[in-house]
């Protein structure tokens, strides 16, 4: 009976704490790069739970039943027990590798020379250098001929190509408000791809300590429709859009 009851405590729990999870899945997102990461989080919290539970539950009731127990024996091999959880631990792992390799390989999160490629021979796509120089962005529109600082300006709605790259020392270019971030180095280009479907000003941050400017090396991402975009091209030291 304690059994029974205990098993009913966890599978309520389990379910009165995936009930917080659900709202998380189903909200609103400002990137596709950030709806994948974030959807990638709850399926990981909604695995974790369940497990979290058995394990403190077994914890707690071993704990209980045995409180009182002045003369303990040595536990006794179990093989169904012990190819029960090694099993389980497998397909555990299994699934966390199948849904995090299913995120981390889409070009939206982790893309590659040959995506952003891919990228710029598709019509519309904005490409934008963020080129992290000490303490400051400079963005470079290759296709517009350009350059602006510390605030970059994209359509919403629209593919865009960020490449990453910088001057001088390792910076970090980090837009946490729609799930980008990629590393800048001399020399090299990164790739960010995205498609940022709503409008609004987002922080950019270094997030690679850089010197002693490195906290004041701070950017926005301005978010705009497509008529303003097109207008703030026209005059690019506007940056009221």
């Known amino acids: 009976m304690r059994g029974k009851r205990l098993a009913v405590v966890l599978v309520a729990a389990v379910g009165f704490l995936v009930a917080f999870v659900d709202p998380v899945a189903a909200a609103q997102y400002d990137s596709v790069t950030e709806q994948l990461i974030q959807d990638l989080d709850s399926k990981l919290l909604a695995a974790a739970l ?40 497998a397909v555990v792992l299994l699934f966390v590798g199948v849904a995090a390799y299913g995120v981390m390989a889409h070009p939206t999160v982790t893309a590659t020379q040959d995506d952003a490629q891919r990228v710029m021979g598709q019509e519309d796509t904005v490409v934008v250098d963020a080129v992290g120089i000490q303490w400051y962005w400079q963005f470079e ?8 600082r510390n605030t970059m300006v994209v359509p919403e709605d629209t593919k865009l190509l960020i490449r990453t790259e910088a001057e001088n020392v390792i910076h970090a270019f980090h837009a946490p408000g729609v799930g980008l971030k990629a590393d800048a180095f ?9 498609n940022i479907t709503e409008k609004g000003t987002y922080q950019i941050y270094c997030a690679e300590f850089c010197g002693a400017g490195h906290s004041q090396m701070l950017a926005k991402l301005e978010v705009v429709e497509e008529q303003k975009y097109q207008e703030w091209k026209e005059d690019p030291q506007n940056v009221s859009v």
């Open 50 to 89: 369940p497990i979290t539970l058995l394990v403190e539950g077994i914890l707690v009731y071993t704990v209980w039943k045995f409180r009182k127990n002045e003369e303990p024996q040595p536990t006794k091999e179990n093989r169904r027990l012990e190819i029960t959880w090694t099993v389980a631990t």
């Open 141 to 148: 529109y290759p296709e517009e001929n350009v350059t602006v």
């Open 186 to 194: 001399p020399g090299q280009k990164n790739y960010i791809i995205t």
